[in-house]
Nanobody
């Protein structure tokens, strides 16, 4: 089993940048595809980005493509989400997730979830 803890959220202004971190414990994340999801108030949780085991295969939601970058450091057992040019519409709780199947991450049904970190973007 793997435990995931997100950090790096906060209150920023539109146009600012933030980097979220997801630290894993229990098992090496090199065994897992990793993803980021978000849930805004009153909305369903949605896919943001995913990355394969080796870091070469990345996928993004259209709404963040070109602004967000997912990357991983397997040596630190951590996955990151670099968020640039933030907009008010990016305000949400951001969740890290893991699964040994990249397809499950892309489908929004990963086995492991973190507890989330709040990102608030003021306009």
């Amino acid at each position: 089993q793997v435990q995931l803890v997100e950090s790096g959220g906060g209150l920023v202004q539109a146009g600012d940048s933030l980097r979220l971190s997801c630290a894993a414990s229990g098992r090496p994340i090199s065994m897992y595809a990793m993803g980021w999801f978000r849930q805004a108030p009153g909305a369903e949780r949605e896919f943001v980005a995913a990355i394969g085991w080796g870091g070469g295969a990345t996928s993004y939601a259209d709404s963040v493509k070109g602004r967000f970058t997912i990357f991983r450091d397997n040596a630190k057992n951590t996955v990151y989400l670099q968020m640039n040019s933030l907009k008010s519409g990016d305000t949400a709780v951001y969740y890290c997730a893991a699964d040994d199947s990249r397809s499950s991450v892309l489908a929004g049904t990963p086995e492991y979830w973190g507890q989330g970190t709040q990102v608030t973007v003021s306009s």
